[in-house]
């Protein structure tokens, strides 16, 4: 029994140690030799694994970063997490220089409050922007502006945007916006977009999304842009367009001289980080003084004054022109209370006239114009 225990043991060994040698070659002859600047590199990277660096996590943000230096240049690599000072030690591990990136940050490009644009329907469903604008347009007339579901805050990590309960819009906390682009992709109607901004982030915005044509836009929200133009023409560095009856300005080419946010009759066009001008509204018609002139005082009449003893002002003769002939009941609501057979008015100031008419009056509606009484 002794020995059948112990060459089981021996036999078990032997597969063990076989397997494991046949293991280690398998690994020595298929490994995989990763550059070590890699590990240095994303050691270098704070690691938020967001994806705004346009690559699956920091690992394939500094796998990039390796092979980019290999080819020579780091243009176009960038980390909107870290920014420029994260980027200065991927370059100095790297032993190269690191290109200077314009700072981004993310802007909601709606200004539908609830006093601009107001509630229509009540949605009762859940709380998910996919979802909303999936099975309706959303609470108001708009079916471009804000659902104001928090997608957008539930997928920032950095607790850079919040629902303001006042507007029911989103705001972003530009000191704490990283320009990851995850607020961007959560929001189904394309409203939040990263833009690039100064050193102050700052920077001019249209903050409508609308693409319906000026009336139409208008009637949802008073502040939305209705594609006049009138940005367009007053910018000198012609970094407007208009398209689809909708303003957008290039950051790249914008100097935020602001020409176009004072030209702007919806004030949808604002400053990042500046207070948002009134909408502008039509000035009110100024009443022109009337002018005087002298006249005649008018002579008094000597003709004695008639006396007015219709006591039922509704039986006034009336002059109304018809397209087509008008019904017996119709023609006596009109004229008055008038007999059938003798064509003569019961009232005394009621203006009788002949009527011809196509068919006998029913003696229901003579009942009810006072013609016939129930007991005739």
Not at 11 to 26: C, D, F, K, M, R
Not at 323 to 349: H, I, Y
């Amino acid at each position: 029994m002794t020995n059948v225990i112990l060459i089981a043991v021996l036999v078990l060994g032997a597969i063990g140690l076989i397997a494991a040698l046949v293991l280690w070659g398998t690994a020595k002859r298929f490994a995989v030799k990763e550059d070590p600047r890699i590990g240095q590199v994303q050691e270098a990277l704070p690691g938020a694994n967001c994806g705004g660096c346009g690559f699956p996590g920091c690992g394939g943000m500094a796998a990039a970063c390796v092979k980019a230096a290999d080819a020579g240049s780091l243009e176009g690599l960038s980390c909107p997490v870290g920014g420029q000072e994260c980027m200065n030690k991927v370059a100095a591990i790297l032993g190269m220089e690191a290109a200077v990136s314009a700072p981004k940050v993310a802007v909601v490009r709606c200004n539908g409050t609830c006093e601009n644009r107001p509630r229509v329907v009540m949605y009762d469903g859940v709380k998910n922007c996919r979802i909303a604008n999936t099975t309706a347009q959303g609470e108001t007339g708009c079916p471009y502006g804000c659902l104001g579901c928090g997608d957008c805050v539930n997928a920032c990590q950095f607790d850079a945007i919040k629902i303001n309960p006042t507007t029911g819009l989103p705001e972003v906390d530009r000191s704490k916006c990283t320009a990851c682009g995850a607020c961007a992709k959560a929001c189904p109607r394309n409203i939040i977009e990263i833009r690039q901004v100064d050193e102050q982030k700052q920077g001019m915005v249209v903050t409508c999304m609308n693409k319906d044509k000026g009336a139409v836009a208008n009637k949802v929200c008073a502040a939305s842009c209705i594609g006049c133009g009138k940005c367009k023409t007053v910018c000198g560095a012609e970094a407007i367009t208009v398209e689809n009856n909708l303003s957008y300005i290039d950051a790249e080419k914008c100097i935020s001289c602001r020409a176009c946010e004072e030209a702007c009759p919806k004030a949808c066009i604002i400053m990042l980080g500046e207070p948002r001008k009134e909408i502008k509204k039509p000035a009110a018609q100024v009443a022109k003084p009337a002018t005087t002139t002298a006249t005649a005082a008018p002579k008094e009449s000597t003709a004695p004054a008639v006396k007015n003893t219709n006591t039922r002002p509704y039986e006034q003769p009336i002059e109304v022109k018809f397209d087509a002939p008008l019904l017996p009941s119709q023609q006596f609501m009109l004229a008055g209370t008038v007999d059938l057979v003798k064509g003569e008015s019961k009232s005394e100031s009621a203006e009788v006239k002949n009527y011809d008419f196509s068919a006998p009056l029913p003696v229901s509606q003579q009942i009810l114009l006072g013609l016939k009484t129930k007991n005739a």
